[in-house]
Nanobody, 111 residues
Framework: QVQLAESGGGLVQPGESLRLSCAASGIIGSFVHMGWYRQAPGKQRELVARIFRESSTVYADSVKGRFTISRDGVKNTMYLEMNSLKPEDTAVYYC?????WGQGIQVTVSS
């Protein structure tokens, strides 16, 4: 299993942007897919976005058109570009590759 470390979270105002990064301790090219999840207080963890080995992507309806998932095979890092953030995007965000999870990072959208 790889070790994953998220970064890039924080507190922003509605309409602003953030980019999350998920750095892996090993080569990520072998994973069939990898993704970002989030969990808001009192809610279940949900899939936000997933990227497949062949580079196709899927997104939750709530983030389509605002979030973009990508990866860099040289840096062994996955990204989540989040634009036009809304208060309902507030959650702890987790990255997942294979059976490995990151520790989670807080994203808070508030005025």
């Amino acid at each position: 299993q790889v070790q994953l470390a998220e970064s890039g979270g924080g507190l922003v105002q509605p309409g602003e942007s953030l980019r999350l990064s998920c750095a892996a301790s090993g080569i990520i090219g072998s994973f069939v897919h990898m993704g970002w999840y989030r969990q808001a207080p009192g809610k279940q963890r949900e899939l936000v976005a997933r990227i497949f080995r062949e580079s196709s992507t899927v997104y939750a309806d709530s983030v389509k058109g605002r979030f973009t998932i990508s990866r860099d095979g040289v840096k062994n890092t996955m990204y989540l570009e989040m634009n036009s953030l809304k208060p309902e995007d507030t959650a702890v965000y987790y990255c997942k590759m294979g059976e490995s999870w990151g520790q989670g990072i807080q994203v808070t959208v508030s005025s």
